[in-house]
């Protein structure tokens, strides 16, 4: 169990390693974030930040000596950047972002638990692609094997046409067959040091142009029905990682059961609503998890959740969105507003006060 007055270190300096830094201060904790240059919003929040390159093997050394554990607050940090991490100091384990980053090893894992993901197929090249559509069929969407996130990294394929006339990506890519389903939905979980597992409630997700516009709860029958196998194949995912913190997958709620989409290994986005909406938000889980403390209460403490992101240019009006009394505003305090960035979210709580 980690000491207050311990230093944590987050690898990362975007909004969720802000709020991890946030949770971290509550509990009587240190952060220090480490991050190359650009906007790292959490980096006025942190005690300290580091600002080096992932692969500055000097500057990771030092920053590692620093900190008692360290984590990380989005998927992309490089394997090799958390593998230069003493073993015993980071959580989760860097065999969770090895499987994560590549969206063909991901799936073959899934598939040895007994999980199920869209139909998909290993693409290299043009020829590649017209055989997976040919396959699989279409519509269906091109997504690269890395890096990609919030729509980015992905193209629909209406037809075999399509297919013909993209131009490849030079890079290692997966087709992933059609899926009819009925709602998008996450399960997020914390797991501790001891094995412990907890699940939030789940929320109906709403996409547009690739990026999660709102979560909502209750999810509705058609995703309730649904995520107590949904929950089963996470805790799998959970115990085969050895994983600490909180991860989280979403999925696809059909006619035939949950379907897997991805996985990340780490706070969401479709968790942000806990930090009003649960006893326990899932940042102060995770903190919780990676020092080795009692994990909190997961319930959910209100009636109905809706979470919403502010995108781009809407921040400018954010404020306005406090004149609403169920109203909870977080303001990432990113400087640019470009178009389809994520520049913060408002959290609605509903109340039954009928009793």
Same mark, same amino acid.
């Given at each position: ?27 009587? %904790?240190?952060?220090?974030? %480490? ?27 030092? *920053? ?84 990609? %996130? ?6 629909? /394929? ?28 996450s399960v997020i979980l914390v797991r501790g040091q001891d094995g412990e597992i907890r699940f939030w409630d789940s929320t109906r997700n709403v996409h547009e142009g690739g990026i999660l516009a709102a979560s909502h709860f209750p999810a509705g029958n058609s995703v309730s ?17 050895? %994983? ?7 999925? *696809? ?33 995770? /903190? ?68």
């Amino acid at each position: 169990m980690l000491a207050r007055g311990s230093t944590i270190g987050i690898l990362g300096g975007g909004q969720l390693g802000r709020m991890m830094a946030m949770s971290a201060a509550q509990l009587g %904790y240190h952060t220090i974030g %480490y991050a190359p240059e650009g906007d790292n919003v959490s980096g006025p929040v942190n005690d300290d930040f580091v600002t080096a390159a992932w692969d500055d093997g000097e500057a990771l050394a030092s *920053f590692a000596a620093r900190c008692d554990v360290v984590t990380w607050e989005f998927e992309n940090v490089p394997v090799d950047t958390a593998r230069a991490i003493p073993a015993d100091k980071i959580f989760p384990g860097p065999l969770a972002l090895e499987t994560a980053q590549d969206r063909l090893t991901e799936k073959r894992f899934i598939e040895g638990l007994g999980g199920r993901p869209a139909a998909y197929a290993k693409v290299d090249s043009s020829l590649d692609l017209v055989a997976a559509v040919d396959r699989l069929g279409a519509p269906g969407i091109l997504k690269t094997r890395r890096d990609g %996130y919030d729509g980015k990294g992905q193209w629909r /394929i209406g037809s075999s046409r399509d297919a013909d006339a993209l131009r490849f990506p030079d890079v290692p890519c997966v087709y992933e067959g059609f899926v009819e389903f009925d709602a998008e939905f996450s399960v997020i979980l914390v797991r501790g040091q001891d094995g412990e597992i907890r699940f939030w409630d789940s929320t109906r997700n709403v996409h547009e142009g690739g990026i999660l516009a709102a979560s909502h709860f209750p999810a509705g029958n058609s995703v309730s029905e649904q995520v107590a196998p949904a929950r089963e194949l996470a805790r799998k995912v959970a115990d085969a990682l050895k %994983y600490v913190g909180v991860l989280t997958l979403e999925f *696809f709620a059909t006619h035939e059961g949950p379907i897997f989409n991805e996985m990340a290994p780490r706070v969401h986005n479709s968790g942000h609503w806990t930090i009003e909406g649960a006893a326990t938000s899932q940042f102060e889980n995770h /903190i919780r998890a990676v020092a080795g403390l009692p994990l909190g209460d997961t319930r959910t403490t209100a009636s109905a959740v809706e979470m919403r992101n502010i995108i781009g240019s809407e921040i400018d009006g954010a404020h306005a969105l406090l004149k609403d009394n169920a109203a909870h505003l977080h303001d990432y305090g990113k400087a640019e507003a470009s178009e389809g960035r994520k520049m913060g979210h408002v959290t609605r709580l509903f109340l039954d006060t009928r009793g």
